[in-house]
């Protein structure tokens, strides 16, 4: 056959797989566990270990669901908001029904109310999604200090489920969020790839007019990741809320940032229709490895940001210098 | 006709703000059968395909599909009723693999509701089969060449039990090679009982692939008729109802001796390979090549807006700084874009000041703009150019085609060049228009520019050049002074 | 005879400049008058004063965010900037004793930051967006590693404090400022050679580069302008407040780009200018100061920015399908 118009050539097995995001992110991840763990004694303990997949559990649920609105080709800032403000519907319910399932129905169903008008605005109404999210941030916390009038509200009900939830580990080990964050990302990973659904994100994000051409319905898929985001902020909300075991209204600012930093690192693109699970996975578990190491090394926390946002930068600069070679 | 035709559109019209696009049309396919449909840009092709495709409601008119009268309520329902459109841009998620795109949003689902992706791939491949098209399903679109993603799609139509493929333009990327495999494929269509309607203006294949053919001229049917009862004169004159040796006037002299632009040995990660040529004032260097020959990216390199690798281009004797357009423009080699919309026009931005943006520096008062001397100068231009627009304020987006692509020629001529590259200057601009851009590329020669040209209409390439350059995988293959090229000489060489 | 491009508009359209300002120019009138009937304290020449003296902050930064939005850019760092230039400002004329080289050490902190987020973007090729929310990240960062606490004022010096409480005639320092750069940035923008390249390098950077201009270094100037800018604010804020507090600015940058879209500029850039990005900046002042002499729950102020920047960029769109036909 003579040679075609295009000079395209499919890459080799294995330079996929080292071209693959998630194999430098996961040697990454291992660099870094090692470089910790060599300068410092308690960093490698079980303890330490399991703390950290405990805390990571919160930004990698989020990240999860903004993953999905960032594939579909929008984004979603205003989870930092709302990551703070379920604490609010569940505490107050739970103070007054005694019920953890009541308040934890108020606090979901308070996000799916926030996701759906970030998710009408964008996808219906058709306004930009950085737009949208930036205000929805600002007036979820404004609504928060309003109703706290800027003070923590305590949790009275003082439920076992609602502490465990939290605070608990299982087998004494390991800590449940991890294990809600290790199912969550399970169940997204085979949404993306075994129901037509998550088929329908990727190709929404990669090429609306294709998507619409074979009959998806592109605002619809847009608006459900929207709220999917909302929900899985909310559950992450709920396990921050146990832990503070109180409704603080400083809780989750600069949140969004964290979880936007953990997608974009993971390889997520920012223009839509790319993206795996696994790379935000790596992601969020090499920014809480890295806090947690920096902690350990007894630097101030305040590092955690600075090289957060050098990582960000780094981490965009190689992405988009990969995009071009391509 | 003995049974019902595949597709009976009759009677019908269609209406943009402004614009009659469609006026009357009657269309009818039958089974198994190549159906061309030609006519110029502004035709009305477009229009009356994107009504087949559901994107658009026809104002009048009905659509019969094997004797069923229907209307087509949207893409999803035109492919339900088994009318497939394979659009110049492909239709397909480049991230997704090849058996993917097939069955996309049609997967065929287990017990659990997931998607079953061995069937995927096994019935992609059987379709493969049937077309004679061989690919691995597990490749990704995003690394197949063009030729092999319009297989794609057209393995998707037969996915939906297509009785009605539509192909639009289908060859603009394509070597000969994968021409003739292409029409292969149609024939396998047809052979199944597909009704295929061809869409393109380019006459060679025409006369190669079509049954029958109807021609559209101002969004009016003019004729339908068996392909054996035309001629290459016949369907010229009733596709722009006039001869086409008026197309191409020549008023200038003969070129001049003089060497104004130099390119040497240039090399560019962009895919070119070693070029070297030289323009001369008053000269026009015809560039032609098929697509990923490298027309664009040579006219970007020598503009100094991508970067090169090796070679040295000098502009009147003074070398170009590398990767630089501003040293260029300075120079006096600037770049007329293929992309009018995305890389040459600020859309919002009204006419003046789309005219004047490349020189800028002329009519400045210090560091402020001279609102009065720029407006005279744009005037100027619009007048002897013929630029139809209400006002030197109006958004440039508003502008027609023709009259968008004469602003933008008005921006390197007040700059002054010595050098314009032009790059497929009239695509998607109407035949009256392009007349007129002919014209004002004779002119410019005329003034003492050369004028570089990339085109892939050999006609153009023809009418207009004084030496034609042909190019291929990232080279130039052959040189032909202009009396003595042939059609035959210059494909040949076209190919790798 | 037809052409392949978009259909002709039957009609002319207007200037679409003239068209959103009168709106928003409407819209303001419409808030004062209602407030001035509301209340009595609204329409006195103090709280007039108040009021200008808030837009100022907002209106020194928004200018130069307008024309890096123009150019196609944005500049979310602006708030963490302006926190970290007080307590830099502050911490410099204490250690110096000299008003003159800590309002240096300030505004050039500000243009620092601002060359930092240009070179990013412009050279290392990331998105603004990202590329300044990095740097905002590594700023509220650097800040506490900066110190731990507000930096208190130890200079005393008069220079310090009156540049946010002095007057020229009935008008505040900060407010001359204001009105100075925001002229100063109108006339860039519409009257000068480098105003027109901005608006080329965000409606068409390709267009831009091959009609002999870099837009790299466009959006480089512009960053840096914005900075310093940022730096401006910054130091004015610390005198303000007296001392140079890390914490400051939270915020700042929504409502710097609120008042901006909801001005006119767009998002996607090669559309803006300065009267709409001032007249944006009074409106949300006004609705923030009708918040509070109207007594309502101050915690709104945070909410409003919020919601206006939606309706505001709805209008926008509105307008944007209007204009289309």
């Known amino acids: ?326 | 006709m003995a049974e019902a035709p595949a597709l009976d559109m009759a009677g019908i019209g269609k209406r943009f703000p402004g614009v009659v696009a469609l006026d009357d049309v009657h269309l009818r396919l039958a089974p198994g059968k190549v159906h061309a449909l030609m006519g110029e840009n502004g035709a009305g092709k477009s229009t009356l395909i994107k009504i087949l495709a559901g994107v658009y409601r026809p104002d009048t008119g009905t659509i019969r599909i094997a004797g069923e009268q229907v209307t087509l309520q949207s893409p999803r329902d035109a492919l339900a009723r088994g009318i497939k459109v394979v659009f110049q841009e492909i239709a397909l998620i480049e991230e997704f693999t090849v058996a993917e795109n097939v069955f996309l949003g049609e997967y065929p689902v287990g017990g659990a509701g997931s998607i079953r992706w061995d069937r995927i791939r096994a019935d992609a491949a059987a379709l493969f089969d049937r077309i004679g098209f061989g690919v691995d399903p597990a490749a990704r679109v995003r690394d197949l060449p063009m030729s092999q993603q319009q297989m794609v799609e057209i393995a998707r139509a037969l996915a939906h039990d297509a009785r009605i493929v539509v192909m639009d333009e289908p060859t603009s990327s394509l070597t000969p090679a994968e021409v003739e495999q292409l029409f292969a494929v149609i024939r396998r269509l047809t052979s199944l009982g597909i009704a295929v309607l061809y869409v393109s203006h380019k006459l060679d294949e025409i006369f190669a692939i079509a049954d029958t053919v109807t021609v559209l001229r101002d969004g009016r049917h003019i004729s339908t008729r068996p392909r054996s009862e035309h001629s290459e004169d016949s369907l010229i004159h009733d596709m722009i109802g006039r001869r086409i040796e008026a197309l191409y006037p020549r008023t200038r002299g003969p070129a001049t001796d003089r060497d104004i632009l130099r390119v040497e040995n240039l090399s560019a990660p962009s895919g070119l390979k070693n070029i070297s040529f030289h323009a001369r004032a008053g000269e026009v260097v015809g560039f032609f090549g098929l697509m990923g020959a490298g027309r664009t990216e040579l006219a970007k390199a020598i503009v100094g807006f991508d970067p090169l690798r090796a070679g040295r281009i000098t502009v009147d004797g003074r070398p170009l700084a590398p990767h630089d357009t501003a040293t260029g423009v300075a120079l006096g080699i600037g770049l007329l874009t293929e992309d009018r919309k995305r890389e040459g026009l600020m859309l919002d931005l009204p006419v003046v000041q789309n005219a004047t943006l490349a020189a800028l520096g002329k009519w400045a008062r210090g560091p402020f703009v001279d609102f009065a001397a720029e407006r005279r100068a744009t005037q100027d231009y619009v007048d002897r150019f013929n630029i139809r627009t209400p006002s030197l304020d109006q958004p440039v987006r508003l502008l027609s085609g023709g009259n968008q692509q004469k602003v933008l020629i008005a921006r390197w001529l007040m700059r002054g060049l010595k050098v314009i590259v032009v790059d497929e200057p009239t695509r998607g601009i109407d035949v009256g228009a392009k007349s007129e851009i002919f014209a004002l590329i004779d002119e410019l020669a005329g003034a003492g520019l050369a004028v570089v040209m990339m085109t892939s209409e050999m006609s153009e390439l023809l009418g207009l050049s004084d030496r034609i350059m042909v190019m291929a995988g990232g080279r130039i293959t052959a040189e032909f002074p202009v009396a003595t090229a042939t059609q035959e000489a210059i494909l040949n060489a076209a190919i790798v | 005879m037809s052409d392949t491009a978009a259909p002709r508009a039957t009609a002319p359209r207007p200037a679409r400049t003239g068209q959103g300002q009168g709106a928003l120019l409407a819209i303001l009138a419409l808030l004062c008058v209602g407030l001035s009937l509301a209340t009595d304290t609204f329409f006195s020449g103090e709280n007039m004063v108040a009021i200008l003296r808030q837009s100022a902050l907002v209106l020194i930064v928004a200018v130069g965010m307008t024309m890096l939005l123009v150019s196609g850019e944005v500049d979310l760092s602006v708030g963490a900037s302006l926190a970290f230039v007080g307590c830099v400002a502050m911490d410099v004329t204490n250690q110096t004793d000299s008003f003159v080289i800590g309002a240096a050490a300030g505004i050039l902190f500000g243009g620092a930051v601002g060359l930092m987020n240009g070179l990013v973007v412009t050279r290392l090729k990331v998105n603004s967006l990202i590329a300044t929310i990095a740097t905002l990240m590594m700023l509220q960062g650097g800040v506490y590693l900066f110190t731990r606490e507000a930096v208190q004022n130890g200079h005393q010096l008069t220079a310090f404090t009156t540049l946010s409480t002095g007057y020229v005639g009935p008008l505040p320092i900060p407010v001359i400022l204001a009105a100075l750069i925001c002229i100063a940035g109108a006339v860039v923008l519409r009257l000068t050679l480098f105003g027109r390249t901005i608006y080329a390098t965000g409606a068409n950077p390709v267009a831009a580069r091959l009609s002999g201009i870099r837009p790299g270094r466009v959006k480089l100037i512009l960053f840096v302008v914005t900075g310093l800018l940022t730096g401006l604010a910054g130091l004015i804020l610390a005198s303000l407040m007296n001392a140079g507090q890390p914490t400051a600015g939270r915020g700042f940058e929504l409502t710097v780009v609120a008042a901006v879209i909801l001005g006119g500029t767009s998002l996607t850039g090669g559309r803006g200018t300065i009267i709409g990005t001032l007249l944006g900046v009074l409106i949300l002042k006004v609705i923030d100061n009708g918040i509070i002499i109207l007594q309502w729950d101050q915690n709104l102020q945070m909410i409003v920015p919020g919601v206006v920047i939606v309706l505001a960029t709805w209008l926008d769109m509105v307008r944007g399908r209007a204009r289309d036909g």
């Open chain 1, 1 to 326: 056959m003579p040679p075609s118009s295009d000079m395209a050539t499919r890459p080799s097995a294995l330079g996929r797989l080292f071209r693959r995001n998630e194999t430098a992110l996961a040697l990454c991840l291992l660099l870094l566990i090692a470089v910790f763990g060599v300068l410092s004694d308690s960093f490698l303990t079980t303890r330490n270990m399991t703390n950290v997949l405990g805390q990571a559990a919160l930004p990698l649920i989020a990240a999860t669901g903004l993953a999905l609105v960032v594939i579909a080709g929008e984004i979603d800032v205003s989870i930092g908001s709302l990551f703070g403000a379920v604490a609010l519907p569940l505490i107050v319910v739970m103070n007054v029904t005694g019920s953890f399932a009541l308040g934890s129905a108020a606090a979901l169903v308070f996000a799916f109310a926030v996701g759906a008008v970030n998710g009408w605005l964008v996808a219906y109404v058709r306004l930009n999604s950085l737009i949208v999210t930036l205000g929805m941030l600002f007036v979820l916390r404004g609504l928060i200090y309003l109703y706290t009038g800027q003070r923590a509200i305590p949790d009275d009900a003082m439920l076992e489920t609602f502490y465990q939830i939290g605070n608990g580990r299982f087998l004494r080990t390991l800590p449940y969020p991890a294990l809600i964050a290790a199912a969550v990302l399970a169940v997204f990973l085979w949404i993306l790839r075994y129901r037509r659904f998550g088929r329908q994100i990727i190709a929404v994000g990669g090429s609306p007019e294709v998507a619409r051409l074979a009959g998806y319905d592109v605002a619809r898929v847009k608006f459900a990741t929207f709220v999917i985001a909302a929900l899985l902020t909310a559950i992450a909300g709920i396990i921050m809320a146990s832990r503070q075991g109180s409704a603080v209204h400083v809780t989750g600012i600069g949140f969004e940032f964290q979880v936007v930093a953990a997608v974009v690192l993971g390889g997520v693109s920012l223009a839509g229709g790319i993206g795996s699970l696994w790379g935000v996975a790596l992601g969020v578990l090499i920014l809480a490895f890295l806090a947690n190491g920096l902690g350990q090394l007894n630097l101030p926390t305040e590092w955690q940001l600075v090289i957060t946002g050098i990582i960000i930068i780094a981490a965009v600069t190689l992405d988009e210098s990969r995009r071009r070679k391509r």
